[in-house]
């Protein structure tokens, strides 16, 4: 039986001994706090130049660990990017960045826990209140949830209408206080603070209005639709909203 978490199998033990020969793994135990920080960022940098993802699940200095469930994901900017509100809504609307950044941004500091066990302590996001969006568009009333894709070609999510429109559930476009890198799910990614990370789909391309909730990419293999921390996945982590 493989008791890695779901999120961490699928890649090659090659890549494992290729990035110990490097040294880089033996980095993550450090725990001097600037140490961290400069070790995030110059992991952060190497999963950013990274093409083949070789980088992506390694512990790093600041806690977090980069996932994804595609092995490449195409680089957008302030040029390429594009984010769509579509579905049951009056007015079908697409974003670009600065669309984005021209509308009011809320700032919040959270701990963020992922299902595999990990946890990193008061993290900035910020970004526009989904909520917002979603009245711009003009929610129709046979709508019952939301529904996020990816332009990374693959993971899904999705939430209740209700939890889309909590004021702690943000399209992100700062994290830790900086602009999204790519590897974080840059330029934009889903932030939804009350629950499990995997909520906070990365690489954010559509929101679709849906009458009912699809199950997301790991709530079809086997995670909690309803992702609150601390209640749900059946685990008892301290709740981070
Ligand atoms: N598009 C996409 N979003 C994703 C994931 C992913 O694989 N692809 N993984 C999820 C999971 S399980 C976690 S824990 C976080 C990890 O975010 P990070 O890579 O910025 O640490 O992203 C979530 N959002
Ligand atoms: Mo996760």
Redesign the pocket.
Known sequence: MNSEPL?ERGVPVGRRVFLGTLGLGALGVVAAPALQRATESFLGGAADRDPTGLTGLLPNGGG??????TSSVPHKNAESYRLTIDGLVAHPTTYTLADLKALPQTRMVRDVQ??TGWRVPGTPFEGVRLSRLLDAAGVQSSAGAVHFT?F?GS?TESLTLEQARRADVLVALRMQDEDIGH???GPVRLYVAPMY??K????LSRVTVTEKVEPGY?EERGYDIDAWVGRSNGRDDEPTA
Do not use: L, N, Q, T
């Open positions: 999120e977090f660990r980069y996932y994804s469930v992922c299902v990816c990374d993971y590897s974080h799910g990370f995997y906070s789909a990365k690489w790991w």
